[in-house]
T-cell receptor, first 115, second 115 residues
């Protein structure tokens, strides 16, 4: 079984401040991990992914995330928030590779950026 | 043109009515998915299709059916709509040749209200 917990359904930061969105997962096998972003009235867009290899992954729009196996975490960060980052962010996990597909999504974190 | 097009974008229907949501894609991806999004619950998988002849139930398939008319088209039907099917519905695609579990493209969503 696999699951995802996103800590904080709503995070508010000031423009220029650090963005930290938390994601913890559980998986019985080595996971693949993803972050998606959803802008208002849009579908989800892939921000970044971790499958194997380097544990620090960089995505679009200056976001990055670090896979920490010991902490079962995959937190999303951005050094300096921009107004355009305001959106909802979803963490997702898949139990490893192979032909079976199942992505489990977290409940989402709404990011507000204040001027 | 959008890579993944969903029609209609908004729909209000009455309890007991049959309704079909349509999805078409121009990416040539072999895999297509239907998700439901409810506020605070993230995305839940309804059905997925790995090719025209391969359709599978997701986490919450009860009350829904699907049809994969062609590689590019994947429709979701509610045979007898009920109010708790009021939600935002997303179609998504992925390509088994380039990482099948990564949902590459999402439609803009269909907001369905059952009254």
């Amino acid at each position: 079984a696999q699951s995802v917990t996103q800590l904080g359904s709503h995070v508010s930061v000031s423009e220029g401040a650090l963005v930290l969105l938390r994601c913890n997962y559980s998986s019985s096998v080595p996971p693949y991990l993803f972050w998606y972003v959803q802008y208002p009235n849009q579908g989800l867009q892939l921000l970044l992914k971790y499958t194997t290899g380097a544990t620090l992954v960089k995505g679009i729009n200056g976001f990055e995330a670090e896979f920490k196996k010991s902490e079962t975490s995959f937190h999303l960060t951005k050094p300096s928030a921009h107004m355009s980052d305001a959106a909802e962010y979803f963490c997702a996990v898949r139990a490893g590779g192979g032909s079976n597909y199942k992505l489990t999504f977290g409940k989402g974190t709404l990011l507000t950026v204040n001027p | 043109d959008a890579d993944v097009t969903q029609t209609p974008r908004n729909r209000i229907t009455k309890t007991g009515k049959r309704i079909m949501l349509e999805c078409s894609q121009t990416k040539g991806h072999d895999r297509m998915y239907w998700y439901r999004q409810d506020p605070g619950l993230g995305l839940q998988l309804i059905y997925y299709s790995f090719d025209v002849k391969d359709i599978n139930k997701g986490e919450i398939s009860d009350g829904y059916s699907v049809s994969r008319q062609a590689q590019a088209k994947f429709s979701l039907s509610l045979e007898s709509a009920i109010p708790n099917q009021t939600a935002l519905y997303f179609c998504a695609t992925s390509d088994s040749r380039t990482g099948g579990s990564i949902l590459a493209f999402f439609g803009q969503g269909t907001r369905l209200t059952v009254v």
